[in-house]
């Protein structure tokens, strides 16, 4: 591996499993893929020390990091870690204030605690938390996205995702965002690049975008 070789770590959304990232293509050697998983959280653990379990993955310095929905937020988490040379997240929010109004009243009310009960048995269930309402019509194809199906988890991640504050972001994050986001519209989002008829997984249906346009995103000083 050259010495110039750009480490990319990605990390997949709620549950998903790194197949997200299958088309996902930048040029070798200058880039390298690496894909991160999703871990059993600890007893009562925090999102800030679960992100400093993870960070035990990264093998590499000056590393960019890619984190989509909930594992854009673990991303931003990882960074307070570690050094990176660009951070990125897509479709994901870096704001307590872009979060949806569902989301803000299911914090102040609790009400994602009466969720994860049913989650672990109905994918249907699992698959619009991870990929948004319109997920029903092609749920067969994104069942192999989800391989996270652990009631642990799944109770941790809704709370900590329902539940995040984060109220500044480094200036130099880079946000990739739809336009047609059903999870995290994007009415709420700000400072971000905007993709036209991009969906809550347009990593997966919109990955010419993202093979053509990432190496210039990682390059740019």
């Not at 709620?14 to 600890?42: N, R, T, V």
């Not at 009562?44 to 960019?64: D, G, P, T, W």
């Not at 008829?197 to 093979?211: C, L, Q, S, V």
Request: net charge positive; glycine share 4%; aromatic share 10%.
């Amino acid at each position: 591996m050259s010495e110039t070789t750009i480490h990319v770590y990605l990390m997949p959304g709620m549950a998903a499993s790194p197949k997200i990232f299958e088309y996902i293509e930048l040029p070798s050697p200058q880039f390298k893929l690496h894909y991160l998983e999703w871990l059993i959280p600890e007893r009562q653990e925090s999102l800030s020390h679960y992100a400093l379990r993870m960070c035990e993955k990264i093998k590499h310095k000056n590393i960019v990091l890619i984190g989509v929905s909930f594992g854009g937020v673990l991303v931003q988490e990882m960074s307070k870690f570690i050094s990176v040379r660009k951070l990125i997240i897509i479709s994901s929010v870096k704001l307590q204030s872009e979060l949806p109004k569902q989301m803000i009243i299911a914090k102040a009310t609790k009400a994602y605690k009466l969720v994860p009960t049913q989650l672990a048995s109905k994918i249907d269930v699992v698959a619009k938390y991870a990929f948004g309402n319109n997920v029903a019509k092609r749920l067969e194809l994104y069942k192999k996205y989800l391989s996270v199906n652990d009631s642990k988890y799944l109770s941790w991640a809704i709370e900590k995702m329902v539940c995040w504050s984060n109220h500044s972001y480094p200036k130099d994050l880079i946000h990739i965002h739809g336009d047609h986001d059903s999870v995290f519209p994007i009415k709420n989002i700000k400072d971000c690049t905007i993709i036209k008829g991009g969906t809550h997984i347009m990593i997966i249906n919109k990955y010419k975008w993202f093979n053509e346009n990432l190496p210039r995103i990682i390059l740019e000083e």
